[in-house]
């Protein structure tokens, strides 16, 4: 395959088809009543799924970039999904909490994110689905030089 084939590239359609499911959901939030953006919905699932954690930590593990993290943060914060709490580690860094408020919306979000990856994953079997998924973590471990 030629590298510069750019509907056939890995990445491109990789990135492509990324893009196609975030766009799929962000419309099944909208469409489903919530006043959610899917960026504020990745970051509530890990500032669940990892509770304490700094802002650093999660730009990290989401790999965005400090200003795009903080914008999202704040805009979570606003809406009372989040709170920000001192560091049990540091007291001067603030972790990130999500709220009582963010945990009852995540539980009423998460029928429309498995619905909608249902859909995106219509027609696969479970072997090929196993293979994708192997194929990008070889991926991306190679990209980390694992």
């Known amino acids: 395959m030629n590298v510069f084939d750019h509907e056939g590239n890995f990445g491109h359609m990789l990135g492509r088809t990324s893009r196609a499911m975030l766009n799929m959901l962000q ?48 805009g979570l914060e606003k809406k009372g999904l989040i709170r920000r709490a001192v560091s049990r ?18 539980a009423r979000l998460k029928p429309v994110a498995l619905a909608s990856q249902q859909q995106a994953l219509a027609g696969l079997d479970p072997g090929q689905l196993s293979i994708c998924r192997e194929v990008l973590q070889q991926v991306y471990g190679s990209i980390l030089g694992q």
């Open 27 to 74: 419309k099944q939030f909208r469409r489903a009543g919530f006043d959610i953006t899917v960026e504020q919905w990745t970051l509530l699932v890990n500032i669940r799924n990892a509770s304490g954690g700094s802002q650093q930590q999660l730009a990290e593990r989401v790999y965005l970039d400090k200003t795009t993290i903080a914008r999202v943060v704040a």
């Open 89 to 106: 580690d540091d007291a001067r860094q603030k972790s990130l909490v999500i709220t009582r408020r963010g945990t009852d919306l995540l």
